[in-house]
């Protein structure tokens, strides 16, 4: 019995930890997916080759394949990646969500804080993160057809996503958030298809990760959405280097429109993928839309059209709320005509000042809030 039991511990220590791989120092399966996972690289091409089972990465628990090494502080990576497992039939539990990227985790737990950038088998790649441990998953959408590339960029407090633009380069595609990494932590390549009977396996080649070594933070501007129904999921829409003012929404709820570098455009409420010039800045003036009252917390009270609802900044104490800040996006429910703070949910905590929540931040069907968040 001594010896069974010395094999099957033999067994369980080398299914867990598989020794280094390449420029990373391990490799294991996070959670408890249904069978284990694998990794393999190929010196000579300089590919990592990573098959990854479990439900999801998602919600307050990951299943999914990690390829890691231990860092502190800032950090920039990098990597081109592809989907090598043929994609599910259209419906299938993984068709939409089968996903792979760069993991930055505070530990190994499946319930860990953690960020990560992602290619996603609907052509979307998303900054997921976990602000604190057993908490919930939050996101942000990028829509894009370039999904060859990714990157992450850990500065401070913050984390960012760069994809591929048509100049073939990457580049900052938006959305920030606040979400603290103390000390040090394991970051590498991670895989999950989305289905606890399926395997993924993806390729990752010119994985670049290292301090970033002068780098600073982008300096620009994203135009995001979040439907207040599912406040865990955010859409990048539109970044730019330069300021974007004048954000309306059409009446039928479908395209908010702005004014950025001295034109106007439009964008898809939910598609960063369908941006386009619009030939008038749409939305009602803002002396039609609903008025928030005096004397309410925070800065940039919106009522919501049916009056329901406020939306609203908390700011930075002692901070102007000119100036940029960490301020959180929060909704409080509007009860016989007063909006009540300590039932308010919060929605996103971000970069930005007074004038991330525009005057008329809610859509006209008061299903979404449109704002505008800095890097």
């Not at 090494?69 to 950090?75: Q, T």
């Not at 960063?272 to 749409?282: C, I, K, M, R, T």
């Not at 939305?283 to 609203?312: E, F, I, T």
Request: charged share 20%.
């Amino acid at each position: 019995m001594k010896l069974i039991g010395a094999v099957v511990a033999a067994w369980i220590s080398t299914a867990v930890y598989a020794g280094p791989i390449g420029q990373f120092a391990d490799h294991r399966d996070i959670g408890r997916p249904a069978s284990p996972g694998d990794a393999s690289y190929d010196a000579a091409t300089g590919t990592y080759r990573v098959t990854g089972v479990g439900r999801n990465m998602w919600a307050d628990h990951d299943d999914f394949h990690f390829v890691w090494k231990r860092m502190s502080g800032d950090v920039v990576a990098d990597t081109r990646l592809d989907f090598l497992t043929p994609p599910p039939a259209a419906g299938a539990t993984g068709f939409l969500h089968r996903k792979g990227g760069i993991v930055l985790r505070q530990d190994l737990d499946p319930d860990s804080v953690y960020v990560d950038v992602l290619r996603m088998g609907n052509q979307q790649m998303s900054l997921q993160y976990r602000e604190t441990k057993g908490g919930p998953t939050r996101l942000i959408w990028i829509n894009t057809p370039r999904q060859d590339a990714v990157r992450l960029v850990k500065i401070g407090d913050y984390a960012y996503l760069s994809v591929l633009g048509t100049d073939g380069r990457l580049h900052p595609a938006g959305g920030s958030f606040k979400l603290h990494i103390a000390g040090s932590y394991y970051i590498g390549l991670g895989v999950c298809p989305h289905d606890e009977k399926a395997q993924e396996t993806m390729a990752f080649r010119a994985v670049h990760i290292a301090p970033p070594r002068g780098m600073t933070r982008p300096a620009g501007e994203t135009l995001q959405t979040i439907n207040v129904a599912t406040v865990a999921e955010q859409t990048a829409l539109y970044h730019s280097n330069a300021t974007i003012t004048a954000v309306a929404w059409s009446p039928d709820s479908h395209w908010v429109y702005f004014q950025n570098q001295g034109a106007t455009r439009r964008a898809v409420a939910w598609d960063s993928n369908v941006v386009e010039p619009a030939a008038s800045s749409g939305g009602p003036a803002p002396d039609k839309l609903p008025q928030a009252r005096q004397g309410l917390p925070g800065m940039s009270p919106r009522l919501s059209p049916d009056g329901k609802w406020m939306a609203y900044l908390i700011g930075t104490a002692g901070r102007p709320a000119s100036a940029n800040q960490d301020v959180t996006l929060r909704i409080a429910p509007v009860i016989d005509g007063k909006p009540v703070p300590d039932k308010a949910v919060t929605l996103v905590k971000l970069w930005g000042n007074a004038a991330s929540l525009p005057a008329s931040a809610w859509s006209p069907d008061g299903k979404t809030l449109a704002f505008v968040s800095r890097d």
